[in-house]
Every structure is written in C-alpha cells, then in structure tokens.
C-alpha cells in the first residue's frame, strides 16, 4: 500500500528517512511528505512542507481543501481495508495536485498557507 506512495515521492527525488508502524517519512532537499496512521482515532493523513522551514507543516486537510474542496478532509479508518483505501486515495490527490509542493516550489506552499489560515 505504501509501495505506491513511495514510488511516488522517490520520483522526485525524496528518500526514506524513517518507518515504523505509524509513520513513514520522505526527505528531499526541498521538501518533506509524512504519512501517519494515529492508533487512538484510526486518522490518516499527510504532512508535508519545505525542507528549509520544517517547522512549517501542512496536512493533507489543506490540500484537500485548496485543490478538492468537495471531498471529505480526514480519513478514518480501522481495519486493513480502510487504510488501503485512505492512503491510495492521499497519494492521488498528492499526484494529482502536489507537482509544484514537491518540487518545492514556495508559491504552491503559499497557497497552501493561505488555505490554512482561511479554513482555521
């Protein structure tokens, strides 16, 4: 499942740099992409950002938000199944909509910013 995902990000020239049962983590020298699963609410999601400012996080609720504001923000699931489901649906909206996040490009992280202040 994460598989994909990993193709994905590597494509650009990120690498992993941490896995465990609840995360795994991507670098490259522009940016930064974590996909979690959280045991106590079943969440999953995505941060990323630019690799020069990683205090700086988005979530994949911000990109939902800004790209497929239709689509529900957050992802839940319990079982094997759902999870497939959650992380092959993230990493189409990151292939779809994070070209320009990936590459670092700091415009797209604006728009991402500015999306986060509007839906806090």
Do not use: C, H
């Given at each position: 499942?994460l ?5 994905l990000?590597k ?5 992993t740099?941490?896995?465990d049962?609840k995360?795994?983590?991507?670098t490259s020298?522009?940016?930064f ?17 630019l690799?020069?400012?990683a ?5 994949s ?7 497929e504001?239709?689509?529900?923000r957050r ?9 497939i ?6 990493a189409?909206v990151?292939?779809?909509h994070g ?16 999306e ?5």
């Open positions: 499942m598989r994909k995902l990993s193709l990000v494509q650009y020239g990120f690498r740099v941490s896995t049962e995360a795994i983590a991507f020298p522009v940016a992409v974590r996909v979690w699963r959280e045991p106590q609410s079943y969440e999953i999601g995505l941060d990323l950002g690799s020069a400012d205090d700086e996080k988005f979530y609720s911000d990109l939902i938000g800004l790209y504001p239709a689509l529900q992802f839940q699931a319990a079982d094997e199944e759902g999870t489901f959650a992380v092959k649906r993230l189409q990151l292939r779809e070209d320009e996040l990936l590459r670092g490009n700091s415009f797209a992280y604006k728009r991402l910013r500015d986060q202040v509007r839906s806090s």
